[in-house]
């Protein structure tokens, strides 16, 4: 009995190591041979069973040939830009990617690779193939594309030829979009295929077009003042500054500003020097002049209706125009800016002529009939004192002005507007502040005595005879 059993554990161990044996052997004929496992591809291309050789030579042939018939063509209004793949170094790690599908079951211990292989039964993977080219030809034709396609916007303009204006059209501008571009032809080109693109082409709008500028037809404030014609450098400076602020459109809810206008008053735009008011005093600066053009211009603004946004008065009295009515304007800090608040754009005319600058604001006139009056009052009067010094250097008799006096005023301005006689429209327009300047008289108290006279005595006459 107890030989029965020891014949049975042997038949069972027998049998075991037999499985075993066929398992190894099985498991060594799996892993057997040099083709890639099963379940594999590349690309969506199946390379199970295969060598490594046969998978790229395949590969290589079928993708060569693509990227050789491969090409992108893009296309803006009828032109034609053609990008070969061949030309582009374009190429996939074909190599590569056969390595990396040959080793799923080839490499590791025998675990390891009894494990893929099985798993590669079960389980499909797949390899991507990756690309690479020189993008260099491509950036060259973008900037050529660009330069062919891109056109410069142009606002439509006006210019008044003392009979009436001249209006030229404006021009729809257009700009590839460069980074788009690039964008869709680097996607484009992953797909490895014939492919029409159609460039991406930003339109761009002018601001002011022909039809915005025809109705620019009335004349709606004009103002002149007077300069001496005489004194050249001023007079130089007041042609400088009314040709900078001469032909000049304000489209509505536009803000003019006289000093981005001007730009800076320097020697170098073609200012002289001429009389400045500094510290209350008229003295010789840079661009001295420039505020009778502001101040001309403040003018034609006001009788046009427009918003004052900033304005300041000078700090003395002018002879060229009204207290209350005159806009002075210094370096970048103190300004004389309006807007355009009706609903049409509106041209600033200006222009010197002999001894007279003149500014006329044009647009359309949106309520016939109505006119505008500047009304001043003076509130307030400030006499100056003239002090008086006694100075025994000078002459009895002599007088010299050593500062100059000036009245100071405070003066009301207000704008009124009517529809035809009757006013529906009274608007303040602030105060303006003149100083009052005291003068400096000397007066000579030197008595010079008069000269030494000298009696002229005759020679004495001699008696005659023969």
Not at 105 to 119: S, Y
Not at 301 to 309: F, H, Q, T
Not at 340 to 351: L, S, V
Request: aromatic share 8%.
């Amino acid at each position: 009995m107890k030989e029965y059993k020891l014949s049975k554990i042997g038949l069972i161990t027998v049998i075991i190591f037999l499985l075993i044996a066929i398992i190894i052997a099985a498991a060594i004929a799996l892993l057997s041979g040099d083709a890639i496992r099963d379940n594999i591809s590349i690309n969506g291309i199946n390379v199970s069973g295969m060598s490594r050789k046969s998978a790229e030579n395949m590969l290589n042939n079928m993708y060569n040939e693509k990227i050789e018939n491969s090409f992108i063509a893009l296309k803006f209004e009828g032109k034609e830009w053609n990008i070969k793949y061949s030309d582009l170094g374009y190429s996939y790690n074909v190599t590569e990617a056969v390595d990396k599908a040959y080793k799923v079951g080839h490499t590791g211990d025998f675990l390891v690779q009894l494990t893929e292989t099985i798993q590669s039964k079960m389980k499909a993977q797949n390899f991507e193939l990756e690309s690479t080219y020189n993008d260099t030809p491509i950036d060259s034709l973008i900037s050529k594309i660009s330069k062919e396609i891109d056109q410069e916007v142009v606002d439509a303009t006006i210019k008044y030829i003392g009979t009436g204006f001249q209006i030229t059209e404006e021009k729809i501008g257009r700009k590839l979009n460069q980074e788009n571009a690039s964008s869709m032809i680097a996607e484009q080109l992953n797909k490895v295929d014939v492919a029409v693109l159609d460039l991406p082409v930003d339109i761009v709008a002018p601001i002011v077009k022909k039809s915005d500028l025809a109705v620019i037809q009335d004349k709606l404030g004009e103002f002149s003042t007077k300069f001496n014609a005489a004194d050249v450098d001023r007079s130089t400076n007041i042609k400088v500054a009314t040709n900078s602020t001469n032909n000049v459109l304000v489209r509505p809810g536009e803000v003019y500003s006289v000093n981005e206008i001007l730009g800076p008053r320097l020697a170098k735009f073609g200012y002289k020097d001429a009389k400045v008011i500094i510290n209350n005093e008229l003295v010789p600066g840079i661009g001295g002049g420039v505020c009778q053009v502001s101040s001309t211009l403040y003018n034609a603004v006001l009788l046009s209706n427009l918003k004052i946004i900033e304005r300041q008065n000078h700090s003395l009295t002018l002879s060229y125009v009204g207290l209350g009515r005159d806009a002075t304007i210094s370096g970048d800090y103190i300004d004389f800016k309006f807007m355009n608040n009706t609903d049409y754009p509106i041209y600033i005319y200006g222009e010197v002529k002999g001894s007279w600058v003149k500014f006329i604001v044009f647009g359309k006139s949106e309520h016939p009939g109505r006119t505008v009056k500047i009304n001043t009052e003076t509130i307030k009067t400030l006499n100056p004192t003239i002090k008086i010094i006694q100075d025994p250097t000078l002459p009895v008799g002599t007088e010299i002005i050593e500062k100059k006096s000036h009245v100071g005023y405070v003066v009301k301005t207000q704008r009124i507007v009517y529809q035809g006689d009757k006013e529906i429209l009274r608007e303040n327009l602030g105060t303006s502040n003149y100083r009052v300047v005291n003068g400096v008289t000397r007066i000579g108290t030197k008595v010079i005595p008069p000269p030494v006279v000298t009696p002229v005595i005759p020679p004495p006459v001699m008696p005659g005879g023969i």
